[in-house]
C-alpha cells in the first residue's frame, strides 16, 4: 500500500508540474496573442513537457523511481533530490534545444519543481501518518 500511496503522489507532482511550468512558459515565452488560444496552448504546453522530459531526458522517470523508493524521514530532502535532478535534465534538455530564455526556464522550474515535491512530501506524509484515505 505504501507503494501505492508514493506512486499516487508522485503522479500528482507530475500532473501540476506540467501544468504550471507549462503555464510560466506562456508567460516567458507567448505563443498567441488570442486569448481563446491560451486553455489550447497550456494543453499543448503540458503534453510537450511531459513528452520532452518522459522520452527526452528521463526526469520523469528518475524522479518516480526517487518517489516510490525513497524511504526519507527529512521533509526537505526529497525535495531537494527532485529539483536537483530536473536541473540536471533541463540542463540537458535547453543544450540540446538551443532554448535563449535558459536561465528564466531554469529558474521558473526548479521554484515549480521545489514547490510541488514538497507538498507531495508533506502530504504524504500526513497521509501515512493518519493511515486514512486522503479525500473521503
Keep these: 500500500m505504501r507503494f501505492l500511496k508514493r506512486l499516487v503522489v ?3 507532482e ?3 508540474e506540467a501544468l504550471i511550468l507549462s503555464i510560466a512558459l506562456m508567460v516567458i515565452i507567448p505563443l498567441t496573442s488570442s486569448q481563446h488560444g491560451y486553455a489550447t496552448d497550456i494543453m499543448i504546453m503540458s503534453i510537450l513537457i511531459v513528452v520532452v522530459f518522459m522520452w527526452g ?3 520523469i522517470l528518475t524522479t518516480a523511481i526517487v518517489r516510490i523508493f525513497w524511504n526519507g524521514r527529512s521533509l526537505w530532502l526529497y525535495p531537494v533530490i527532485a529539483t536537483t535532478l530536473f536541473l540536471i535534465h533541463a540542463e540537458i534538455f535547453i543544450r540540446s534545444a538551443d532554448v535563449t530564455v535558459h536561465r528564466q526556464v531554469w ?4 521554484c515549480i519543481c521545489f514547490a510541488s515535491t514538497f507538498v507531495g512530501s508533506w502530504i504524504l506524509r ?3 501518518a493518519t493511515g486514512t484515505p486522503l479525500i473521503s
Design 14 to 16: 507530475t500532473v501540476c
Design 10 to 12: 508522485w503522479f500528482l
Design 126 to 128: 500526513k497521509w501515512r
Design 107 to 110: 529558474a521558473a522550474g526548479a
Design 57 to 59: 531526458t528521463g526526469y
